[in-house]
Antibody, heavy 119, light 107 residues
Framework: EVQLVESGGAVVQPGGSLRLSCIGSGFTFDDYTMHWVRQSPGKGLEWVSLISWDGTGTSYADSVKGRFTISRDNTKNSLHLHMNNLRIEDSALYFC????????????WGQGTMVIVSS | DIQMTQSPSSLSASVGDRVTITCRASQDINNFLVWYQQKPGKAPKVLIYAASTLQSGVPSRFSGSGSGTDFTLTISSLQPEDVANYYCQKYDTEPRTFGPGTKVEIK
């Protein structure tokens, strides 16, 4: 059974930094492109970032480009999102997701970890 | 970047009704579109991918159509368990933008 477990969410002040993590199990982690998707309370889904299976390819939403960095450690089946210069509008539930190979769909999701940016 | 829009933003329909949600891309995305269903407090669930391919395990009352810029998700006979938010997402290129969502309720 595929499992994705996020952690690292916290309350942080504007301008602060945070690192989110996602541990995958039940599948061959280094075969898959991984994503971060966020959702502010009561709002829609916002795609944040993706990283290719080997970490050589990354992409970001314009809203986080230059502030967030996605990374992975395939030896530890882990995905990370390094978030710098956090803004109030970054407050959201952050999901990690596993993309099905060759199909574009994010078929497996974690339960999410909450980030609150507040002074 | 390609923008995604959805209509309506919300709808209320009776059990058994046919429900149609539209997703539009600002540029041609071929058929690189996924539809997700999200219930409160839950992660999204894939319903349709490649615009019209039904995800395994999803009831056949859900169907998708379209190509290029205009796409449709149809629920042929709305059921109480279909109350949820529905999102389209493009995956032709990055950014993998989601549509703003459609809230479906029972009348």
């Amino acid at each position: 059974e595929v499992q994705l477990v996020e952690s690292g969410g916290a309350v942080v002040q504007p301008g602060g930094s945070l690192r989110l993590s996602c541990i995958g199990s039940g599948f061959t982690f280094d075969d898959y492109t991984m994503h971060w998707v966020r959702q502010s309370p009561g709002k829609g889904l916002e795609w944040v970032s993706l990283i290719s299976w080997d970490g050589t390819g990354t992409s970001y939403a314009d809203s986080v480009k230059g502030r967030f960095t996605i990374s992975r450690d395939n030896t530890k089946n882990s995905l990370h999102l390094h978030m710098n210069n956090l803004r109030i509008e970054d407050s959201a539930l952050y999901f990690c997701g596993k993309e099905t190979y060759g199909a574009g769909k994010i078929e497996d999701w974690g339960q999410g970890t909450m980030v609150i940016v507040s002074s | 970047d390609i923008q995604m829009t959805q209509s309506p933003s919300s709808l209320s329909a009776s059990v058994g009704d046919r429900v149609t949600i539209t997703c539009r891309a600002s540029q041609d995305i071929n058929n690189f579109l996924v539809w997700y269903q999200q219930k409160p407090g839950k992660a999204p669930k894939v319903l349709i991918y490649a615009a019209s391919t039904l995800q395994s395990g999803v009831p056949s009352r859900f169907s998708g159509s379209g190509s290029g810029t205009d796409f449709t998700l149809t629920i042929s006979s709305l059921q109480p368990e279909d109350v949820a938010n529905y999102y389209c997402q493009k995956y032709d290129t990055e950014p993998r933008t989601f549509g703003p969502g459609t809230k479906v309720e029972i009348k």
